[in-house]
């Protein structure tokens, strides 16, 4: 009750934001199914959806709904690898074969390689080459019907490295960079094994009770997403038809840490900005994780990228079959932007350019002043 009360009084103390519904009614346009917005500012916090929470239906996705976060599961567990050092467990740039010598890894891949994905090691989802090829891993998204048909499948941690060490690797570790899921099922193993207790269990310990994330889950092969929560699709080709399936409910397994988490417009806006302000990491530990590598301007775990209006960006997205979730803020935590996505995904990413725009435009409209285009 509390929380709705908070609610209503800041949709009422917050002016509409119409450039803002204009963008998300454009993605909805696009093919998106249904999209949900948060943004705080110095104009208030305001929220709104557009589309649907189910097609077929006539009600909007919910406001604080659970969607599969994707890769922005990755800041959360770069946050708990980085707290682990704070506390001594772990050493950023010793050598990760030293915690986990099972795996006969290369001596020269460090800690911070893994969370700033320059390892080199090839991506157990399936690895893009620059000539346009395409190196399949385990059944994932890109993979069409078989992954449908593999999506109640659980995967171990263990197995998910295991095949992706029978890989060349792409790259000498530490002279390149190529974003690889399995870094962070690697950075998951690495925090049990220096804790001995579950990553969820550390989650929870440095993340998700300190900041009382109720709405935040940590799973391993758990089918089920909580209440209220607006409905994942997947297209696919079977006999020459075109069949969309409802995939809200999936075993996580085979993303693993590079992206199984659920969470919420509101908890992510409450992590990210305790996170950029100093709440979870001390201050020479943050700097570290946002300072971006030269290729695309990654840090451990961050992106960081030049804001439209000047200064920098603090971000993470990400997409997981047929739910997506955006996740920005300014140093200061004083700006941020975070949405839910439901939409259909399939083998050939078709959402992705119009995922993408959208995207850059509510960055521009929030983080640059207007003038989105």
Not at 150 to 168: A, D, G, I, M
Not at 202 to 224: A, K, Y
Request: proline share 6%; glycine share 10%.
């Amino acid at each position: 009750m509390a929380r709705k009360i908070t609610e209503a009084l800041d949709a009422a103390a917050a002016p509409d934001r119409p450039e803002l519904r204009t963008i998300m009614q454009e993605m909805v346009d696009a093919g998106i199914v249904g999209v949900t917005l948060r943004v705080r500012d110095e104009r208030g916090e305001w929220t709104a959806a557009a589309g649907l929470a189910e097609l077929g239906g006539t009600a909007e996705p919910p406001l604080d709904g659970h969607v599969r976060i994707g890769s922005n599961t990755k800041t959360f567990t770069a946050t708990v690898v980085l707290a682990l050092v704070a506390e001594g467990k772990i050493a950023l740039d010793a050598p990760v074969t030293g915690y986990l010598p099972e795996f006969g890894l290369d001596e020269r891949i460090t800690v911070r390689m893994l969370l700033q994905h320059t390892s080199g090691i090839f991506n157990f989802t399936g690895e893009y080459y620059e000539d346009g090829t395409f190196a399949p891993g385990i059944p994932a998204t890109p993979s069409g019907k078989e992954w449908v048909d593999n999506r109640f499948r659980s995967y171990t941690p263990e197995e998910l490295v295991r095949l992706s060490l029978s890989k060349p690797a792409r790259f000498e570790p530490g002279t390149d960079w190529s974003y690889a899921n399995t870094n962070y099922v690697l950075a998951r193993l690495l925090i049990e094994k220096v804790t001995g207790r579950s990553v969820a269990e550390e989650m929870r310990r440095l993340i998700l009770e300190p900041l009382g994330l109720t709405g935040t889950v940590q799973p391993t092969t758990e089918t089920d997403i909580p209440a209220p929560h607006a409905h994942a699709y997947y297209r696919y080709e079977e006999d020459g038809q075109t069949r969309t399936v409802d995939v809200t409910r999936h075993n996580p397994s085979w993303i693993s840490s590079g992206g199984d988490m659920i969470s919420t417009s509101r908890d992510l806006q409450t992590f990210i900005t305790a996170l950029v302000t100093g709440r979870l990491l001390p201050a020479d530990l943050l700097a570290e994780m946002c300072t971006p590598e030269a290729k695309v301007g990654y840090g451990l775990g961050v992106f960081v990228q030049p804001a439209p209006g000047g200064g920098t960006l603090v971000s993470h997205n990400g997409g997981s079959a047929g739910h997506a979730a955006l996740m920005y803020a300014t140093p200061d935590g004083a700006t941020t932007l975070t949405a839910t996505l439901n939409y259909v995904d399939d083998a050939a990413l078709s959402m992705a350019a119009a995922f993408q725009e959208a995207t850059q435009k509510l960055v521009q409209e929030v983080f640059g002043g207007g003038q989105a285009q």
